[in-house]
């Protein structure tokens, strides 16, 4: 079936360092893929997307290329800051497919920024 | 333009008791979703509606009713609460899943004592 598989965290990183978290997804047809944030007590709110191979999506400087052959959209920035602190979750669609189209979500990475 | 929006925020519950969790959108989207959030088990899919009058079973519906009457209501329904629905529980819509992903109310957390 369809899956997601990121990086274990906590990701622990001191404010402006170079953030890179793993994401890696199993799925048939052609996926679109997507990061959420999830702030604390708050709900996931969409942080970029990418919606067919090569494609790189970006946000508040945060990007992530889709790379079919490597079944991959890992997350970067290049410079975090202590309010990146959240919890990061990759999660794909699969499209082409008939049928309801539901979301499949990792398990969520979470990360600290240091002053 | 409010989005998704949940009511309530916060509950407590006894044992037995019922209550239903109102989730509002005002983007006229068509589907709409259910999540619990527990730690450990990142996010499951409780019920889903594809449209109005529509509704169907998701990962985790035992426990769970719902309805959608109205296009931009989902209601999430527990007859008879047990302290394993403690959780978060997240509302979510979309006009269209595969291309725009979806849109997260903030979330009810509920306490089953």
């Known amino acids: 079936g369809d899956s997601v598989t990121q990086m274990e965290g906590p990701v622990t990183l001191s404010e402006e360092a170079f953030l890179t978290i793993n994401c890696t997804y199993t799925a048939t047809g052609y996926p679109s893929l997507f990061w959420y944030v999830q702030y604390p007590g708050e709900g996931l709110q969409l942080l970029l997307k990418?919606?067919?191979?090569?494609d790189k999506g970006s946000n508040k400087g945060f990007e992530a290329t889709y790379r079919k052959e490597t079944t991959s959209f890992h997350l970067e920035k290049g410079s975090v800051q202590v309010s990146d602190s959240a919890v990061y979750f990759c999660a794909l669609i699969p499209v082409g497919n008939t049928g309801f189209q539901k979301l499949v979500f990792g398990t969520g990475t979470r990360l600290l920024v240091s002053p | 333009n409010a989005g998704v929006t949940q009511t309530p925020k916060f509950r407590v519950l006894k044992t037995g008791q019922s209550m239903t969790l109102l989730c509002a959108q005002d983007?006229?989207?068509?589907?709409m979703y259910w999540y619990r959030q527990d730690p450990g088990m990142g996010l499951r899919l409780i019920h889903y509606s594809v449209g109005e009058g529509t509704t169907a079973k998701g990962e985790v519906p035992d426990g769970y009713n719902v309805s959608r009457l109205k296009k931009q209501n989902f209601l999430l329904g527990l007859e008879s609460a047990a302290p394993s629905q403690t959780s978060v529980y997240f509302c979510a819509s979309t006009v269209s899943p595969g291309f725009y992903g979806y849109t997260f109310g903030s979330g009810t957390r509920l306490t089953v004592v």
């Open positions: 990418a919606t067919k191979a090569d």
């Open positions: 983007m006229n989207h068509e589907y």
